[in-house]
């Protein structure tokens, strides 16, 4: 019960343990025992789940998810100065990597209802000089990736999803067809940091592909730009998942259709409990992506939003901003995109207005009750 003195996380990573506890425990031993730590047969087994729980032909697992967008990027073999068009409204690892390989960032602005970019406002970006496109899932629902495929074919672009935050969400194309969020692009990158829907107990990342030549690229480049041992053929980068990270997150895989399922219905509640609070827009979900809620994101139209995030903390109720600064006001991104943007009216905007919720798979109706009734209570 939450009523009288609440201890309501952002994220719950113990309670979430403590329901597989023993699974878990008894794989970390394992793995300790067998004394393959590195590349062992934990990590070819996660790596198999995982392509069939995406169905994809190709799952590279990494270090990380910055580390994922980096290889995925370095094996298009991309040049300086090549553009690629990202998102102003998302966390920084997405531009960061691009700005990193000296490839230059193209700022783009997203769509107010699903926060994400669309096919719009990318064609409008395109340059002589644009190589890829890097559209983020975020917050927990696919682009809307069928126009954006198409426009990528018809500019000879490539696609490279950053699919950290909808990792469990599916696509449904116009034709019926469904898939996996992040694995619609040329290349999907994922990232398994332990708050993420599949999280692991340390840092991990995850790059996928239907593309047996990307593939095979993308393996050379996490690993030391080899194929054969010692003998390196490109500048590569060391880029591993560890096994017991690969046995944890086995386990929680199978467990992450659940997972997704009980945030999906904690945001059922939050909908309903909010439907009548005219200050606040709900997040939408887009007809053609299931919405796996990494994050629970309203928009605070009043003005009043550091207000509320305030009076809930006084009331135990932890609340985050993502994200409070649009990438072309920080200070590393400050005229470093092509495009030389400095405002865009929909980043800005959302920059000033949402508010993320307590979101995970442990909430239970009192502690969602008690938090909406505490955001009602502030507009009210
Ligand atoms: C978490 C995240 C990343 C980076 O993942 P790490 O594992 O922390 O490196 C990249 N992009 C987005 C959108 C993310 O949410």
């Known amino acids: 019960m939450n009523t009288t003195n609440p201890t309501i996380h952002m994220v719950d990573l113990k309670g979430q343990y403590q329901k597989i506890q023993d699974e878990l425990d008894q794989a970390v031993l394992d793995v300790i025992r067998s004394g393959a730590f590195i590349n062992g047969p934990a990590v070819k087994q996660f790596q198999a789940d995982m392509e069939a729980y995406l169905e994809v032909k190709h799952v590279i697992p990494c270090a990380n998810g910055t580390d994922a967008l980096q290889i995925a990027l370095m094996a298009l073999g991309l040049e300086p100065g090549d553009e690629v068009i990202v998102p102003a409204f998302t966390y920084v690892a997405t531009a960061e990597v691009i700005a990193l390989l000296r490839l ?51 500019h000879n672009l490539y696609v490279v999803e950053d699919n950290a935050q909808a990792i469990g969400a599916r696509y449904t194309f116009p034709d019926g067809t469904v898939k996996a969020a992040g694995a619609v692009g040329d290349i999907g990158c994922t990232s398994f940091y332990p708050s993420k829907n599949l999280g692991a107990y340390g840092d991990g990342g995850a790059i996928y592909t239907n593309d047996d030549d990307l593939a095979a690229r993308i393996r050379m480049m996490a690993n030391h730009g080899q194929v054969r041992r010692y003998y390196h053929d490109e500048i590569g980068v060391n880029s591993r998942l560890d096994s017991i990270q690969a046995a944890i997150l086995g386990i929680k895989l199978r467990n ?34 299931t919405h796996v809620f990494h994050q629970y994101t309203l928009r605070v139209t009043n003005g009043r939003r550091d207000e509320l995030q305030a009076y809930l903390k006084e009331a135990g109720i932890p609340s985050m901003i993502y994200y409070p600064v649009p990438l072309y006001e920080q200070e590393a991104y400050k005229g470093k995109a092509a495009n030389d943007v400095d405002f865009l009216p929909v980043t800005d905007l959302l920059c000033k207005e949402v508010i993320s919720l307590p979101m995970h798979s442990e909430l239970d109706e009192d502690t969602l009750t008690y938090i909406s009734d505490k955001v009602k209570a502030f507009f009210a």
């Open 256 to 289: 992450l259709d659940d997972y997704n399922t009980t945030r999906r219905a904690a945001a059922d509640h939050y909908d309903q409990a909010f439907a009548d609070v005219a200050e606040l827009i709900t997040p939408k979900r887009q007809h053609n992506s």
């Open 104 to 154: 230059t960032p193209v700022m783009v602005d997203v769509d107010p209802e699903s926060f994400n970019v669309t096919a719009d406002i990318i064609e409008a970006a395109i340059t002589d000089k644009t190589k890829a496109i890097v559209p983020v899932n975020l917050f927990g629902q696919s682009c809307d990736l069928a126009p954006i495929m198409e426009l990528a074919r018809k």
